[in-house]
């Protein structure tokens, strides 16, 4: 609760130029510990944005640019006084990174991957993110399609994308689509689980 936030710390912008060191992004909003010896815990997380009542909405809608959704959280950093060495903040991704290998097969119909659409559905698009226990509660309204993005050449394509993690699901499937109007369907296993932090490859052969 807010009550619990120490000097109105809460949700204070810090920036960092990736050397490890963070400054406030205004000075006026600058973090002390206290003096008297009160411990104080810290909580962080990336990407900085508004929130209400401790929740991070979290929208995976658009993949367009990952670093922009690919949601960080730190709560490694407890009971710290002043005097202390501060220790460093320890970052943990939150989402499930899926990653498909694409490749013509022998036989195929396909001559070139050039063009291809690939895309998920089924998944949660949207979740709220508790930053006081770091955990995800699905919007299951939100369940519904998300377009991959792909890098690559006419041989070979890598499509990458961020995940709310979730325990398994039926319904879920991967569509591609070439300009020429095929399309290929994947059905991921209802048992499949996608967990947070975690990397998921597939070699997929069309």
Known sequence: SLSAVLNEADNVAYTTEGDGRFKPGNQDNAIFLPNDGTSVDFIAYYPQKEIS??????????????KEIDLLY??????LRSGQTLNSLEF???????ELNISIG????????TGLSVSIGGIYTQADFDITNG?????NES???????TEGDGNNLTSTILLIPEDGASDREVIF????????KWSIPAQTIFEKGNKYSYNITL
């Open 106 to 113: 022998s036989g195929s119909q396909i001559a070139d991957l």
């Open 143 to 149: 369940i519904g399609t998300v377009i991959c993005p």
């Open 177 to 184: 689509l070439h300009p020429d109007g095929q399309t290929f």
């Open 92 to 98: 943990n991704h939150q989402l499930a990174m899926l």
């Open 53 to 66: 009542g401790f929740m991070y909405k979290v929208d995976i809608t658009n993949q367009s640019s990952l």
């Open 74 to 79: 730190s709560d490694n950093l407890k009971s």
């Open 135 to 139: 955990n995800f509660t699905p919007d």
